[in-house]
């Protein structure tokens, strides 16, 4: 199979808006910011989804957000645009659905694409946490959209492969605790790793991203974004740990190999596997993340 020249069967167009503003450069904030506002403002559906998160409880103001113009005063560049990728990669989870409870019972299990949209979301919150440790706040927001997608390949290959797919699910249920990339090799003779950079070329996304979807299951990353790729790729194994997954033993060496480059300690360790689940629970925007498909 010619990998490069795979012909991924339905792939979902990622809104324009989207990457427009994935392309959009912050060298002058205040032209930024007049871009940003004026593509936001060509999808009215977006546009409402900014507003009320910027009226959350987690933003509460005295006084009500009415414009997309205050939001981004309050909420910021960065921040608006991990929002718009959120909800930009929640309705491409949303349009499969549908399709899935079509399936039969054996294929809605953990894979299944709600399931899925979970994993990347708490991913999403763990590596903007990890940032923010490592005192590299300035990428807190890069790290979160790189979490959310760093398993579209999943979805991708879900849409894409319908015919392996049950057969895939009864092999990941048999064999656990291998490693999840074997499997997907052995069924579709590709890993979702590389379904996800192939789809986020297509779309043409920035490098950074399209890295830390290639690569966070790799020991030795070969990236000008290795810092992005290991906490996307450390904050994926403490949401698999959080959500009781079994870890393949490249899981483990993968764990200990980020967690030494990031300098996660064990007090990290200790809130990245127990007490970040109640911080979750109580966070508005992640309530809002997770809701967004169901």
């Known amino acids: 199979m010619n990998k490069d020249n795979l012909d991924i069967k339905d792939l979902p167009v990622f809104p324009q808006v989207a990457v427009k503003i994935l392309q959009i450069q912050e060298d002058n904030i205040d032209i930024s910011f007049k871009e940003l506002e004026s593509i936001i403002l060509l999808d009215p559906a977006l546009t409402a989804k900014i507003l009320k998160v910027a ?4 933003y509460a103001r005295q006084r009500e957000i009415t414009n997309l113009q205050q939001a981004l005063t309050l909420l910021g560049f960065k921040m608006v645009k991990s929002l718009v990728l959120l909800v930009s990669a929640s309705n491409i989870y949303s349009k499969n659905v549908k399709s899935q409870q079509q399936t039969t019972a054996a294929t809605v299990t953990k894979t299944s694409t709600a399931m899925i949209w979970r994993h990347s979301v708490v991913t999403a919150f763990i590596s903007k946490y990890v940032a923010t440790r490592i005192k590299n706040d300035e990428k807190k927001e890069d790290v979160f959209v790189a979490g959310l997608l760093h398993d579209i390949g999943r979805l991708i290959m879900m849409i894409s492969f319908k015919d392996k797919y049950e057969q895939y699910i009864a092999y990941l249920n048999q064999m656990s605790y291998k490693d999840i990339r074997e499997i997907e090799e052995k069924i579709f003779e590709i890993n979702h790793q590389e379904v996800g950079r192939i789809v ?31 906490i996307v790729g450390v904050a994926n194994l403490f949401a698999k ?17 980020f967690s030494k480059a990031l300098n996660i300690t064990k ?26 498909i169901g």
């Open 55 to 58: 009226n959350s409880a987690l």
């Open 200 to 230: 986020l070329e297509k779309w043409n996304f920035p490098n950074e991203l399209i890295d830390a979807v290639a690569q966070h299951h790799v020991v030795q990353v070969d990236s000008k974004y290795k810092t992005t790729v290991q």
């Open 241 to 257: 740990i959080i959500e009781n997954e079994n870890l393949s033993e490249n899981d483990r060496e993968l764990l200990a190999t």
């Open 267 to 292: 007090e990290d360790y200790d809130y990245l596997t127990g007490e970040i689940v109640n911080a979750l629970q109580n966070d508005e925007l992640y309530k809002m993340s997770t809701s967004l």
